[in-house]
């Protein structure tokens, strides 16, 4: 615990199962959080839970990470509200809404999934690269996955998307380290984590959470499926002084997938 005491993290995605367990770790180790995301319900959920845990109040901002707009009306609330920003975690995303093989993939799906989780992490990345540079610095942490490497039935824009947040991160944190800003830039891919959106589609796809569940553990040495807790504890790693000299990094999370 204490971890990342009296820093302020600001987390996009934090509605959802990977966005809400970082934010909540982060609390519990001492960060100030600061939630955004589309869904205001999902948002007062995952701030009701850290208030629980930790006795902390969690700002909340309705946010289109897609948006410049959207991206200035947030940071320009949390430098009203806070007098730095040190931790960054870009974990908004979207997948396909259906399976579908890559030469029927619809124009605007592709559009759509590349301007939420990839324009959404540059915008992210840039703005935080521009309140950390000359206040000390920070660490900007961007929510890839294992499908950026790995070739998929039916998750091609997805895929692409997250192919570009890792080479944006390398882009991002060398550029930083060349400027000397002392703002780290790192990404973590993790594989199959059951979050309730990878439920409802391995549920349909293969008939019920069980044997979705069984699927997905299938795909790893360990015989398990990556938990949303899993993710969180990376990235307190790696918005954590312990981490202070690893920058560009993609920290894969997948119980020995891609090795396998």
């Known amino acids: 615990m204490g971890r990342v005491e009296g820093k302020v993290a600001l987390v996009t995605g934090a509605a959802g199962g ?20 589309v869904s ?10 850290i208030t629980a845990a930790t006795g902390a109040h969690a700002a909340t901002h309705k946010h ?44 605007d799906e592709w559009r759509e999934i590349i301007a939420v989780n990839l324009d959404g992490a ?4 840039r703005s935080g690269v521009q309140a950390m540079k000359g206040t000390g610095g920070g660490s900007i942490i961007n929510i890839a996955s294992t499908a ?26 060398i550029s930083c380290a060349n400027h000397r800003y002392d703002v780290r830039v790192n990404s973590i891919s993790p594989g199959y984590v059951w979050t309730p959106a990878i439920e ?11 044997e979705g569940i069984r699927a ?10 990556v938990d949303p807790d899993d993710v969180a504890w990376g990235a307190v790693y790696l918005a954590s002084d312990e981490s202070k000299m690893i920058t560009a990094f993609d920290l894969v999370i997948d119980g020995g997938m891609l090795r396998s």
């Open 18 to 37: 990977i966005g809400g367990a970082i934010a909540l770790r982060l609390a519990e180790n001492g960060a100030r959080v600061i939630l955004t995301d």
């Open 40 to 49: 205001e319900g999902g948002l007062a959920e995952t701030a009701a839970r």
């Open 64 to 107: 289109d990470v897609s948006s410049e707009e959207s991206w200035h009306l947030v940071m320009a609330a949390v430098g009203h509200a806070c007098d730095k920003l040190d931790i960054v975690v870009n974990s908004a995303g979207i997948f396909n809404t259906i399976g579908q093989p890559f030469d029927a993939i619809p124009y």
């Open 122 to 125: 540059f915008l992210g990345t």
């Open 148 to 173: 950026s490497y790995l070739g998929t039935k039916a998750g091609a824009a997805y895929g692409a998307s997250k192919g570009g947040i890792r080479a944006l991160t390398v882009q991002a944190a």
């Open 200 to 210: 409802s589609r391995l549920t349909a796809e293969y008939g019920s959470k069980e």
């Open 216 to 225: 997905a553990a299938s795909r790893n040495p360990l015989g398990r499926v």
